[in-house]
């Protein structure tokens, strides 16, 4: 079992960075994929960015391709979001999930969710 802890969100001007953080507590962080959601208000939660448990395979959505790069440091269970280049519509609460096995897209197949963190941008 992990527990998972975003932080790093705020507020920032389009054009800005962000670098958000996942903490995981538990053993054997390197077998789990960790998956990054976010939420804007009266939307559905949707997929931005996975990472496997090594760290050798990530994947993208769209919507932030060449904007936004994750990498993870599994020595110090920790997950990082880069947020570069970011813009209004990025404004959103955004989590970090996790699960044993293959990264995946969809948000169902993760168990662990953190409680997530605030990230607007200004225009």
């Known amino acids: 079992q992990v527990q998972l802890v975003e932080s790093g969100g705020g507020l920032v001007q389009a054009g800005g960075s962000l670098r958000l953080s996942c903490a995981a507590s538990?053993?054997?962080?390197?077998?789990?994929?960790v998956g990054w959601f976010r939420q804007a208000p009266e939307k559905e939660r949707e997929f931005v960015a996975r990472?496997?448990?090594?760290?050798?395979?990530?994947f993208y959505a769209d919507s932030v391709k060449g904007r936004f790069t994750l990498s993870r440091d599994n020595a110090k269970n920790t997950v990082i979001l880069q947020m570069d280049s970011l813009k209004p519509e990025d404004t959103a609460v955004y989590y970090c999930?996790?699960?044993?096995?293959?990264?995946?897209?969809?948000?169902?197949?993760?168990?662990?969710w953190g409680q997530g963190t605030q990230v607007t941008v200004s225009s």
């Open positions: 990472i496997s448990g090594s760290g050798g395979s990530t």
């Open positions: 538990g053993r054997a962080f390197s077998s789990y994929a």
């Open positions: 999930a996790g699960r044993q096995g293959v990264a995946s897209s969809h948000q169902n197949f993760y168990n662990y």
